[in-house]
């Protein structure tokens, strides 16, 4: 395993990004940081900025505003960068689907890594989402 | 004024511009004017009556394109819906953004999604919708339909 990925893995920062949500998924994720589930504790941090982050973190159906500055914000990030999607609506865009302003799902716009489905998935969900991937990543290196 | 009082009154200052009168319960009521009087009446409801603009809800009812205005008389605890009837085919009304700035926002916003052209309005530029949406396009009409031939509409599974 690489150094960088290995860091990576080790303490993985978060960026958050809210592409149009109801923002029931965004207090879920922020309830993961909060001392009752303490994600930090498998040394995971939101970061400020995609330029420090190692995951990015996404809720909500994309529409056609917020998916170009989706993709600008992948682009922008460190590579490798892991992208999670949370809740129903990044996943398949849950009740947007056949919405005017959704016209294409998150994981055509950018690489998905992982899925964790809900609406909005309980703290535990994200929680064992996130340790999955952890673990997909380092069993395939 | 008591709330009996305020109807009446304007009941009887806009006779000639007041269609319909709804009492739905104690705490709202329905008033259906003609389009053209509509700065008058809003005015006096917001300037006179020193009414709350909550906030404008626009309509397409395939008959006609509605919209309701609504107003809140918070000392009697009423609300006041005055709705306009527009011509589906050429929806066009007073812009009441120069009367007050809160007007401003929720007529761009009916503009670009049900295509209702605001005269009068000072700056009627998009509010929500993305640059490439197609002009003539109206997402909350009817008779709206899918113009992006790269959308793509199933569950992906």
Redesign the interface.
Known sequence: MSLTLRALLKSPWVFHLATGSCNNCDIEVLDCLTPRFDIERFGMLLAPSIKHADVLLVTGAC???SAIRLKRLYDQAPKPCVVVAIGECSL?RGIF??S??C???L??IVPVDAYIPGCPPKPEAIISGVVKLIQKIKGSL | MTREEIINDLKERFKEDIIDVFDKSSRRVYIEIKPEALVKVASYIFKDLKARFNIASGVDTRLHIEILYHFTLEYINLLISLRVKLNREKPEIDSLAPSFKGANWIEREMHELLGINFKGHPDLRRLL??P??PKGVY?LRCD?E?W?K????????
């Open positions: 529409n056609r505003k398949s689907m056949p005017y302003n016209p294409v799902p994981d055509k | 919708l993305a490439e949406w997402p709206y899918e992006d790269n959308a793509i509409r199933d569950r992906g599974v």
